[in-house]
């Protein structure tokens, strides 16, 4: 599309201005984040789904920037930036443009910006309730906004790190699985991987891992032998460093013993639950009686969240949770929604979700680790499906 009509910039307009107050009127102060803000945030932390979709430039200076490809990120650094004590409770709230390129249907125009209304909490320490009430205002904006008929799913990426850190494996398995968390393929290949008699298979690298092992060298010093041995450089943006690192982590993984049947079949079992969030708490607590403390805290957690919505009204028989959704930001940490309406044909459209993303703050510059929950709503996506500014 080359532009909005001006009808479309109204109804736009008109669903900010019936959103905004419901947030407003939660307590959080209205911000309007920069739109350009540094790549590196975004590379680093959003996962590929976005990294991908972004647009980058490089500034004068040689700054690699981009146009913000959502407005979480950009009110973290605000609030950075704004606050004299970050680790204090604050909330915000924000109507504005998101650039990001989706590919439009075959033969179309590819969109590359939409309207995102949001709300961020910072700060807070009730982690269930903010998280019920930050799903309640989702559906309360999107009430406000004359929107209904919707699904909504829920996840918790806290309860698949526990039930990782319940099974004795290497902390950098444990990396290595929650990063592919959002690529099912690569996931499944990578617990194959880690799986009893799995792992001894021979692989492209398998000879040059024997050597390694043979030669007695350190890692760089292996790396560096190799490459003058065959007169090769080093692709650009790799180290000696981090390539000699990776090479000693698949050695290492040679002396580990394998994930057992049991520890996989643990996994498999909990990534298979998907049902209504009251009926998950049965199968996850069948599943924390084969685990220990750590995976029962969560579940604790997971009942007390499911408590705090009760409490707050929210129809928990309209949901379902499923294990595997987490939404496709990498920078979530724990509860995660999503709200979905079906459009033209059946097709499934996803309209509102956010979650919580305890470690943000501090990956880009906070002190210490500060609690965040939050929403975004694709208003743009809202127009012709009865988004008019008026309640449902």
């Given at each position: ?19 905004v ?60 930036e ?41 700060g ?91 030669s ?7 790396v ?17 460093e ?34 209504a ?34 409490e ?8 379902e ?10 920078y ?58 008026g309640?449902?």
């Amino acid at each position: 599309m080359p532009g909005k009509s001006s009808d479309q910039r109204r109804a736009l307009d008109a669903l900010n201005a019936a959103m905004v107050p419901v947030f407003e009127a939660a307590g959080a102060e209205f911000i309007d984040p920069d739109i350009i803000q540094p790549a590196d945030v975004f590379l680093e932390r959003s996962g590929e789904h976005i990294r991908s979709r972004t647009y980058l430039f490089t500034s004068p200076d040689g700054e690699e920037l981009c146009l913000r490809p959502d407005l979480t990120v950009p009110a973290c650094r605000y609030h950075l930036e704004a606050s004299a004590d970050p680790a204090q409770p604050a909330r915000y709230c924000y109507a504005g443009k998101a650039f990001r390129h989706t590919p439009g249907e075959p033969g179309g125009t590819p969109v590359r910006e939409f309207d995102q209304v949001g709300l961020e909490i910072f700060g807070a320490g009730g982690t269930a309730r903010d998280d019920a009430e930050v799903l309640a205002l989702t559906l309360a904006a999107l009430k406000a906004a004359g929107i209904g008929g919707y699904r909504i799913e829920i996840g918790d990426l806290g309860l698949f790190d526990a039930l990782l850190h319940s099974i004795d494996m290497p902390e950098r398995w444990r990396n290595r699985l929650k990063r592919q968390f959002w690529r099912p393929r690569a996931f499944r290949d990578l617990l194959r991987q880690l799986s009893a008699g799995k792992r001894k298979a021979r692989t492209a690298i398998s000879g040059l891992l024997d050597e390694m092992e043979a030669s007695g060298l350190e890692p760089v010093a292996f790396v560096e032998q190799h490459l003058e041995a065959l007169d090769l450089q080093m692709v650009a943006g790799r180290t000696v460093e981090q390539v000699a690192g990776r090479l000693a982590e698949k050695l290492s993984d040679r002396s580990q013993p394998p994930l057992t049947p049991e520890q996989t079949a643990l996994i498999d079992d909990y990534l298979a639950i998907r049902c209504a969030p009251e009926d998950a708490t049965a199968r996850l607590r069948a599943i924390a009686g084969r685990t220990g403390d750590i995976f029962n805290a969560a579940v604790d957690l997971f009942e007390e969240r499911l408590g705090a919505m009760r409490e707050a009204g929210l129809d928990l028989a309209a949901m379902e949770f499923a294990a595997v959704f987490g939404r496709s930001l990498e920078y979530y940490t724990g509860f995660v929604f999503q709200v979905e309406l079906d459009g033209a044909e059946g097709a499934s459209q996803n309209i509102a979700g956010g979650g919580r993303y305890d470690t943000m703050l501090a990956d880009i510059g906070a002190r210490q680790q500060i609690p965040a929950v939050g929403l975004a709503i694709q208003a743009s996506r809202l127009i012709g499906i009865g988004g008019s500014g008026g309640a449902a």
